[in-house]
Nanobody, 121 residues
Framework: QVHLTESGGGSVHTGGSLMLSCAAS??????MGWFRQRPGAEREGVAS???????VYTDSVKGRFTISKDDGTNILYLDMQSLRPEDTAMYYC?????????????????WGQGTQVTVSS
């Protein structure tokens, strides 16, 4: 069993920055990702990192967000720069036993409870 706990959300103005963290306990997972869900919208993939450290991003965050992980402490990060009002959402950490990165919601087995990010203009 894998347990995920997100932290680091908050409220910032346009152009601000936040660093999200996801503490993972348990083992047997390889790919990890960050997802977000806006009110009234479906959950969408933001960034993913696979077993070998290969990263993928959704187009709207490329050049602004960076996903990384510390295998020693089992913490996943999402460094968010140049935030925009459209980045406002609940952000979720996810993990799965498969090794290859993915931005598909259905590709993940384990999910955290989420952390809210609000960007005001």
């Amino acid at each position: 069993q894998v347990h995920l706990t997100e932290s680091g959300g908050g409220s910032v103005h346009t152009g601000g920055s936040l660093m999200l963290s996801c503490a993972a306990s348990g083992d047997g997972y390889y790919r990890m990702g960050w997802f977000r869900q806006r009110p009234g919208a479906e959950r969408e993939g933001v960034a993913s990192i696979d077993k070998y450290g290969t990263r993928v991003y959704t187009d709207s965050v490329k050049g602004r967000f960076t996903i990384s992980k510390d295998d020693g402490t089992n913490i996943l990060y999402l460094d968010m720069q140049s935030l925009r009002p459209e980045d406002t959402a609940m952000y979720y950490c996810a993990a799965d036993r498969e090794w290859r990165y993915s931005l598909r919601v259905e590709a993940y087995t384990y999910w955290g409870q989420g952390t809210q990010v609000t960007v005001s203009s």
